[in-house]
């Protein structure tokens, strides 16, 4: 996708369609509408009136004139009430404007950069960079298996957002260049994650990270399983035990400063049957998703490198399949992991808390100022949560305090879920030092627990992503599958962190 700021006016723009925002206030609808009149010379407003189009959030007028003076082709976009503005609205409104452009055979989309209304908290930098988001994002699809390309599929290839202020446009191109950027991360994570368990699994997801790192400048670093076994990693061993493919652990490291690093830890089960605990055959294929974690991960690294943030992070990933066999483990077996704790396994299905907590013990040898763990873990997240938030669990107000607002401005929300000491006697096992189910209730909060039970002395997030990375039903710019959720929230996370002195 071509992105580009051009200085031009509404009237000279040259595109295969204009979008322009429009709020709803009266007054202002009212001048936004004079001045379309004023350069379409149509009878706009009879139009806008017959179609009851009042810029309401979400509303979408489209308009085709056979004047060759502008651009042919006009998306009016509802942004609603100016004081409700948001730059999730401008997500929305230009993936609305995008999926229609497409449908119109449009190849280039230009925007007007909208007026940014007093009291709005973002800059022109956000606005830019949320309108080329929601736009490409909006138009991701995982098609490389579809072996019948459908006829000359037309695709946007150039977005563009204009105006007629140099100093703006500076502001735009910088919006447009981190928004280019993560929007590539973010679907080189949805193809992870939709891609199928006989393509992606422990080495190919390996292989992945390995281009990225290569590509863009960062390291990574493969453990095979003879290198695992050395390390005493008994949680991904045990969990690989039933699965023909071997296992792999996977270090990145981005490293831009001096500063003691985030530890990223990505949960990388390639495909999850429960094991012997198997699980039911409807919705199963999903469960090639079970390695969102890892794709997040993998996702930010690279953004973080491209973009250059001045930061130093490290990405742990764990990765195996978790399959049934006679060499499987079982209900009642005991697993050590790294560090000495051991676990009784009482559910193989809770297999992801198992790898995880070989990687939250190994991530202290890295002395990190964080470590944020990001894992499908448990159904019981989505049962509470459904898809629309990320569960948050940890250690550190602050830290949750910091994804909390990354959260809001990307709108990859997280609502923090409590680990109360009571909830800790539901993982006691009467054999080893921890059990890895907590029955019935709270199981996202029993899972968090159980992982806080291998973390070092550090701070510490888990984010429980089952139910906003794996999506049954499309949102406004993101197609039903894997989300690459994850990316965006990290990233606007890093690029906050303050630099310890
Ligand atoms: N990968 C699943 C969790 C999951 C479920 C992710 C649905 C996305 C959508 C995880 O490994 C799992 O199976 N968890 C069990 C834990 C239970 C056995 C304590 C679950 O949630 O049922
Ligand atoms: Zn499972
Ligand atoms: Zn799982």
Known sequence: ??????????????????????????????????????????????????????????????????????????????????????????????????????????????????????????????????????????????????????????????????????????????????????SQAVSLARDLENAPGNEIYPETLAGAAKISAKKFGYKATVWNKKKIEEEGFGGLLGVNSGSVRPPAFIILEYKNNDSAPIVLVGKGITFDTGGISIKPATNMAEMKMDMSGAAAVIGTMEAAARLKLPVHVIGLIPTTENMPSGSAIKPGDIITHYGGKTSEVDNTDAEGRLILADALAYASRYKPAAVIDLATLTGA??????????????????????????????????????????????????????????GKWAGAITAGWFLKKFIGDYKWVHLDIAGTAILEEDLPYTPKGGSGVGVRLLVEFLKNRKIPA
């Open 1 to 182: 996708m071509k992105l580009s700021a051009q200085k031009s006016t509404l009237l000279n723009m040259k595109a295969d369609a204009v979008a322009v925002f429009i709020t709803e206030e009266k007054k202002t609808f009212q001048q936004q509408v004079d001045q379309l009149k004023k350069i379409l010379r149509s009878q706009i407003e009879q139009m806008i009136e017959i179609e009851n189009f009042k810029g309401k959030d979400g509303q979408l007028f489209f308009i085709y004139t056979e004047k060759k003076f502008t651009a042919s082709r006009f998306l009016l976009l509802g942004l609603g009430e100016a004081k409700d503005l948001s730059l999730e609205k401008f997500r929305r409104a230009a993936a609305l404007a995008a999926k229609k452009s497409k449908t119109l055979k449009v190849q280039h989309l230009a925007f007007q950069l909208p007026d940014i209304p007093n009291g709005f908290v973002n800059s022109t930098e956000d606005v830019a960079h949320a309108i080329a988001e929601g736009s490409i994002l909006s138009l991701y699809k995982f098609d490389k298996y579809h072996t019948e390309k459908k006829d000359g599929e037309d695709k946007i290839t150039a977005i563009s957002i204009f105006d007629t202020n140099e100093a703006n446009l500076q502001k735009v191109r910088r919006g447009l260049h981190t928004a280019g950027i993560v």
């Open 381 to 438: 997240c989505v049962v509470a949560l459904g898809h629309h938030a990320t569960g948050m669990m940890g250690n550190d107000d602050e830290l949750a305090a910091q994804l909390k607002a990354a959260g809001e401005k990307t709108y990859e929300r997280v609502w923090q879920l409590p680990l109360y000491d009571e909830y800790e006697k539901q993982i006691k096992s009467d054999i080893a030092d921890v059990k890895n189910v907590g």
